[in-house]
T-cell receptor
């Protein structure tokens, strides 16, 4: 089954404790993105990657890191999480740059930072 | 002014009704216009996308884009209880994606 998977689905952590949210897709997509979803604000792009080893900042990159060492994986790293990063996070993938608007989303990771 | 405005609802309609969902936007650079459906505790699912102005139909769903008015719509015909979800509009130009906050729709049997 073609899909985007994220792990963990739920995470409660404390301020300053480094964490990684994994994202993997099995559709051989080139383009991948991370978003956060907050009530009343809509989805906001954190980082995106047009291909392996090519990443760039989205609208809200502060406090986040990403890497793209393999085509299928695009982990999101919070090196020192803070309470304002409590949110619902989604990973998405698209076939390529020309079809970046055709995004397939993962199931989401609900993060709480205390 | 927000870049994309969308009425959050909730919108309740009886089964079989025609539903109209709308977004307005301010940036004339947007080229692609998308509609996503998001069920509770799930990720958004792409319903349709349109490039530039015009209409696009897919089954019971019709998307309309009016770039001159900076206004997009999604129509759902013969609405079903399974259409109950939050509907997100989204817009894209270059590497920029902007999503509306979503409209929560309930279709009552």
């Amino acid at each position: 089954e073609a899909q985007v998977t994220q792990n963990p689905r739920y995470l409660i952590t404390v301020t300053g404790k480094k964490l990684t949210v994994t994202c993997s897709q099995n559709m051989n997509h080139e383009y991948m993105s991370w978003y956060r979803q907050d009530p009343g604000l809509g989805l906001r792009q954190i980082y995106y990657s047009m291909n392996v080893e090519v990443t760039d900042k989205g609208d809200v990159p502060e406090g986040y890191k990403v890497s793209r060492k393999e085509k299928r994986n695009f982990p999101l790293i919070l090196e020192s999480p803070s309470p304002n990063q409590t949110s619902l996070y989604f990973c998405a993938s698209s076939p390529g740059q020309a079809s970046r608007h055709e995004q397939y989303f993962g199931p989401g990771t609900r993060l709480t930072v205390t | 002014q927000k870049e994309v405005e969308q009425d959050p609802g909730p919108l309740s309609v009886p089964e079989g009704a025609i539903v109209s969902l709308n977004c307005t936007y301010s940036n004339s650079a947007f080229q692609y216009f998308m509609w996503y459906r998001q069920y509770s505790r799930k990720g958004p699912e792409l319903l349709m996308y349109t490039y530039s102005s015009g209409n696009k139909e897919d089954g019971r769903f019709t998307a309309q884009v009016d770039k001159s008015s900076k206004y997009i719509s999604l129509f759902i015909r013969d609405s079903q209880p399974s259409d109950s979800a939050t509907y997100l509009c989204a817009m894209n130009y270059g590497q920029n994606f902007v999503f509306g906050p979503g409209t929560r729709l309930s279709v009552l049997p």
